[in-house]
């Protein structure tokens, strides 16, 4: 049972392999990039925060209510999620105690042993705020009030922290209708080299997503362009895409719930999109046309240099209780099984030789990685594989990954970690562990005489910095 005073234990060799041998390699690698500077190229963090740089007000609302991965475990031990502090979509939540949202939390603590977010969470308590003791419900006070006392003071205002954990480039992620007015603000600022958007345009070519038809008239509204003709509405994309552009912007990101993807005629566009925008089209229509979509975006990144990326398998909001009473990304997405080949052949058909598009391909399907993604990664000149996701951001996970894919698509057909996250302290934790999983394959390799002292070394920078530099093209920040 825990106790007031059990002493934290962040071991230097923490995910190291037990074998000797291994070990030494790993930490003779490791400490070869542990200190390398983070490109964090896709997340969701708020850029608000980096605008305004305003100190985060306490450790509530900064460890907790924006984190999914803390608040779905909890919720799944029955903690409700107003509890938590999570507000309700018609804004009829009552006044939260942040106190008390904290100590239900360190009370439960124990739930996460074993799980990748008490990786994260006890990097944070050590590294970051300097705790010696284990979190629990005796020293829960103890330690939200030391967490707010540090929140208060300069050195942990966000730009402060950009700095403090040698992040060199961090990538939010916008709907194609924002206005982008924290990332101007950013600009005026002078911290566009380091805080940049991701332009995800789900919100206008998903005609399943709330509001679509309304996003749409936004759309056009926002570029002067007749949104509601098929040749307009591709016009205002390529407007939207280039304002991002003019905001930082490297990549986009889509989260369709397949891969399919679509070469349809012109005529056969035109067709399908004035069925979209009159809101006659049948639930299989939709879905081509977000096949269709995804050709289009691929063509315009092949144009503008976009990097295209795809983060299907989802079944997104699948308890449909918490999504309409407190909205979506709260912790009920759950993975699907997912079809690549077939799907994607239309577009790689139509781009996949080409050699200036970049298109990263992730899934929550590992059962894909051997069978279809690294095969498809291995020849197609345009395809990279993004890292381990979501579910599988964890030690496992990315040794799976890396055991899966390397022997057909080696390492410079995937681009190094990003950690597609929301928790803005958690991000030194998650590049972290994915250094210690790379240069613990890596020191495998060595052990077995696969791989020479002297590549590894060389594979171990690239997988914790050069290859995310270059797969987003990021090089020049």
């Not at 566009?192 to 005609?207: G, K, Q």
């Not at 063509?299 to 918490?322: A, C, F, I, K, Y």
């Not at 998650?430 to 052990?447: E, G, N, P, T, Y």
Request: charged share 25%.
């Amino acid at each position: 049972m825990n106790t007031k005073h059990t002493p934290y234990n962040l071991h230097p060799d923490r995910l190291f392999s037990s074998d000797t041998k291994e070990r030494e390699i790993s930490k003779l690698l490791y400490n070869s990039v542990k200190s390398l500077p983070i490109v964090s190229p896709h997340g969701h963090t708020d850029p608000r925060w980096f605008a305004d740089n305003d100190n985060f007000s306490n450790a509530t609302e900064l460890l907790i209510i924006p984190d999914h991965y803390v608040f779905r475990m909890l919720y799944s031990q029955g903690i409700g999620l107003e509890q938590l502090g999570i507000r309700r979509v018609d804004g009829s939540s009552a006044e939260v105690d942040f106190l008390q949202v904290w100590k239900v939390f360190a009370q439960h603590y124990y739930l996460f042993h074993g799980t990748p977010s008490r990786i994260w969470m006890d990097y944070v308590f050590c590294e970051v705020f300097g705790f010696s003791v284990e979190l629990n419900a005796e020293n829960a006070e103890f330690f939200y009030h030391k967490i707010n006392a540090a929140l208060a003071t300069d050195a942990f205002r966000p730009r402060a922290l950009l700095q403090q954990f040698n992040i060199e480039l961090l990538a939010t992620t916008e709907g194609a209708t924002n206005c982008l007015t924290h990332h101007k603000k950013i600009k005026q600022d002078g911290l566009n080299n380091t805080v940049i958007t991701t332009f995800r345009p789900d919100d206008v070519i998903d005609p399943q997503v709330k509001g679509f038809s309304r996003n749409i008239e936004v759309l056009g509204e926002l570029t002067n362009e007749d949104t509601h003709n098929w040749q307009g509405y591709l016009h205002a994309l390529r407007q939207r895409r280039e304002f991002f552009r003019a905001h930082g912007a490297t990549a986009t990101d889509h989260g369709h719930a397949t891969a399919l993807t679509a070469d349809l005629s012109s005529l056969e566009c035109q067709r399908l999109f004035e069925k979209i925008i009159s809101k006659t089209a049948s639930s299989e229509e939709q879905e081509l046309f977000r096949a269709q979509m995804l050709t289009e975006m691929a063509g315009m990144s092949l144009e503008d240099g976009m990097v295209l990326q795809l983060h299907p398998g989802v079944h997104r909001n699948h308890n449909t209780s918490v999504f309409q009473t407190f909205g979506a990304d709260k912790g009920c997405d759950i993975p699907v099984n997912i079809e690549y080949v077939n799907s994607l052949k239309p577009l790689l058909s139509k781009y996949g030789n080409e050699t200036k598009l970049r298109f990263i391909l992730f899934t929550l399907d590992e059962s894909n990685y051997t069978r279809e993604l690294a095969p498809l990664a291995g020849h197609y000149p345009c395809l990279k594989l993004g890292p381990a996701w979501w579910f599988n951001d964890s030690p496992e996970g990315m040794l799976r990954f890396r055991h899966q894919v390397t022997e057909t698509a080696g390492f410079y057909n995937t681009v190094g970690f990003n950690d597609d996250t929301r928790a803005f302290l958690s991000i030194p934790a998650r590049h972290d562990v994915a250094r210690r999983i790379d240069c613990r394959f890596l020191a495998k390799l060595v052990a077995e005489h696969r791989l020479s002292e002297t590549a590894a070394f060389e594979l171990a920078r690239d997988l914790s910095y050069r290859l995310a530099k270059e797969a987003y093209q990021a090089a020049d920040f």
